[in-house]
């Protein structure tokens, strides 16, 4: 069974600029989530898909930041412009039908903002 | 306050030893808990999950769940110098498809 894919590995932008990050969860997979897991610290949840509608974005900065899932299977998750402090792992997950289980991991996509 | 505390550590055990890594949460909607680990520059990978209170063993780990306590546990019973790693505890309100929300993770170190 593929895994959780993720592109691209590694991005170096200068602030102000946009990015994308793409994101095709498993198979099957109903649930897609976005983390930004910043060094040293635990993955925040950036926001949450149910197939093509979103469940929770409560923690995703709106004014920069946006996402979408087209289609209820892969997803971009862009931020416009770029600070800083958005310097971190962007984590792409997934899990199965039935609600309560496990997440399942991409390989993330280190964001560096220069 | 955060909904999953974890100590940071780092945590440094033997090798051979058992190592206690603990977790607590706020939500008391919470019914399901997931320990991962996580090496430095990889993603977490799911070590164990438990929804019920006790104990749930699988090899060497131990996890342990107290509601009433909100509290988490994971065991490692003869520790290995592989199991050195950054353990994230993650919890989740049972029904529907609630957010899995993360602590900060503990550093355990397993020297020789």
């Known amino acids: 069974e593929a895994g959780v894919a993720q592109s691209p590995r590694y991005k170096i932008i200068e602030k102000r600029q946009s990015v994308a990050f793409w994101c095709n969860p498993i198979?099957?997979?109903?649930?897609l989530y976005w983390y930004q897991q910043i060094l040293g610290q635990g993955p925040k949840l950036l926001i949450q898909?149910?197939?093509?509608?979103?469940?929770?974005d409560s923690q995703l900065p709106k004014d920069r930041f946006s996402a979408e899932r087209l289609k209820g299977v892969d997803s971009t998750l862009k931020i416009q412009p770029a600070k800083l402090e958005d310097s971190a792992v962007y984590l792409c997950?997934?899990?199965?039908?039935?609600?309560?289980?496990?997440?399942?991991f991409g390989q993330g996509t280190r964001l560096t903002v220069v | 306050q955060k909904e999953v505390e974890q100590n940071s550590g780092p945590l440094s055990v033997p090798e051979g030893a058992i190592a206690s890594l603990n977790c607590t949460y706020s939500?008391?909607?919470?019914?399901?808990f997931f320990w991962y680990r996580q090496y430095s520059g990889k993603s977490p990978e799911l070590i164990m999950f438990?929804?019920?209170?006790g104990d749930k063993e699988d090899g060497r780990f131990t996890a342990q769940l107290n509601k009433a306590s909100q509290y988490v546990s994971l065991l490692i019973r003869d520790s290995q110098p592989s199991d050195s790693a950054t353990y994230l505890c993650?919890?989740?309100?049972?029904?529907?498809?609630?957010?899995?929300?993360f602590g900060a993770g503990t550093r355990l170190a397993v020297h020789p």
């Open positions: 997950a997934s899990s199965p039908p039935g609600g309560n289980t496990e997440a399942f």
């Open positions: 198979s099957g997979h109903a649930t």
């Open positions: 898909f149910q197939n093509n509608g979103v469940v929770d």
């Open positions: 939500d008391r909607g919470s019914q399901s």
């Open positions: 438990i929804y019920s209170n």
């Open positions: 993650a919890g989740r309100r049972s029904g529907g498809y609630n957010k899995l929300i």
